[in-house]
């Protein structure tokens, strides 16, 4: 695809590597791979809420499948490509998909990370210009060694921030033992791109929820753990601690942008928080915070909700993306346009009507200038 004044740059688009396949082959507990009699594809089951359907099935060859198929859009580059090409992208900042290392142990940790940020270095080298990637890191392991990750992803040329999930060191996002790690990907030069994966807790979703499908944790879970995760990191003041993180956050930030008033709302009216200071007159509101430190994907597949993101942060802090591999189409080819993709571009194009500037900002240009997406 020719290069274009007005590229299109998908900054949420993942893969798992072959080796990181191999490694969800030999396990027995989630995140896995696994082959059911009753699939030609093999399948990969990676959250909690998919654990009830894997064990029922692992009992009964008739029963539902668990999970997703592993379709070879998840580990092929040339499938990566060609979606590219399919879809209308020009580039590509892809990233490791949930849940990263989060499941290794610490001692093996550091290793797995190195070789497959390397596999992803060496995808990008591949396809100069139309791929950069996101690194992931090994968060099991010590801080002394997850800050030597960090130092090292930052020397990849084509490494431009760190995907990290919600569950930080162990103790979510607000826990002070991660501000030397956030300290290091700012002196890194990298931005933090957050993605959930854990969700809510099953029960929420009720005794009924196998018969809805996945539909409840991606569709809410997610989001509210973004949302859950971002707001703890404000009430714990990492923002201001670390004044030059930036942030960008999957799913146009969960519910923030809608929910950030509400939040202001229950910190200028908490007794507690006011009497004993810890909601100073003159403290960094969250709405500051989104405008200053916090950018959004625009995978949020409607209008709606990208006008409440554009509200919040300002269309030069929104990115287009896709969310590639997941969500393929379930009727029509994998190999044609995903509707999934189609239908954030629309959004795009609804919420601010296209051929205006803040489309082409949407859509790629907001990504350049942020990420430094420059193919030498
Ligand atoms: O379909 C899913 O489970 C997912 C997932 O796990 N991660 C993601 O980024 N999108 C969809």
């Not at 009216?269 to 403290?283: E, F, M, N, Q």
Request: glycine share 6%; proline share 7%.
């Amino acid at each position: 695809m020719a290069a274009s004044l007005n590229p299109v740059v998908d900054i949420h688009t993942h893969m798992y590597p072959p080796s990181y396949i191999s490694m969800l082959e030999k396990r027995s507990t989630i995140p896995l791979v696994r082959k059911f009699p009753q699939a030609d594809e093999p399948r990969l089951i990676l959250l909690s809420s998919e654990l009830e359907s894997l064990d029922a099935a692992l009992k009964d060859p008739t029963a539902k499948l668990p999970g997703r198929p592993l379709s070879t859009h998840f580990a092929s580059l040339t499938q990566k490509i060609d979606f590219m090409d399919t879809n209308g992208i020009n580039v590509s900042v892809i990233s490791l998909a949930n849940p990263w290392f989060d499941f290794l142990d610490p001692s093996e940790a550091a290793g797995i990370a190195d070789s497959v940020n390397k596999e992803f270095s060496d995808m990008c080298a591949e396809h100069v210009g139309r791929l950069f990637f996101f690194a992931a890191l090994p968060l099991s392991a010590p801080v002394d060694t997850i800050k030597a990750s960090i130092d090292h992803v930052g020397k990849l040329k084509y490494c431009r921030g760190i995907i990290l999930g919600t569950s930080g060191l162990g103790k979510g996002l607000d826990d002070p033992n991660l501000l030397p790690v956030f300290k290091a990907i700012v002196d890194a030069n990298l931005l933090v791109f957050l993605h959930p994966h854990y969700g809510l807790p099953n029960e929420v979703y009720g005794p009924r929820s196998e018969e809805y499908g996945h539909v409840l944790p991606l569709a809410l879970g997610f989001p509210m753990e973004t949302t859950i995760a971002v707001a703890r990191m404000y009430m714990a003041g990492v923002f201001d601690q670390v004044r030059n993180l930036q942030m960008l956050l999957a799913h146009s930030g969960g519910t923030l942008p809608f929910l950030a008033g509400r939040i202001e709302s229950c910190i200028v009216h908490d007794g507690y928080l006011v009497k004993s200071g810890k909601a100073p007159k003159d403290r960094r509101t969250i709405w500051t915070v989104l405008k200053e430190q916090i950018y959004l994907d625009a995978v949020i597949y409607s209008e709606v909700g990208l006008q409440a993101a554009i509200a919040s942060s300002g269309a030069d802090r929104l990115m287009f993306g896709t969310d590639h591999p997941f969500f393929p189409p379930i009727e029509e080819d994998v190999q044609g346009p995903w509707d999934s993709s189609r239908l954030n571009a629309q959004a795009v194009s609804k919420a601010v009507e296209e051929g205006f500037s803040d489309a082409a900002a949407i859509m790629g240009l907001n990504a350049v200038r942020v990420l430094n997406l420059k193919a030498e």
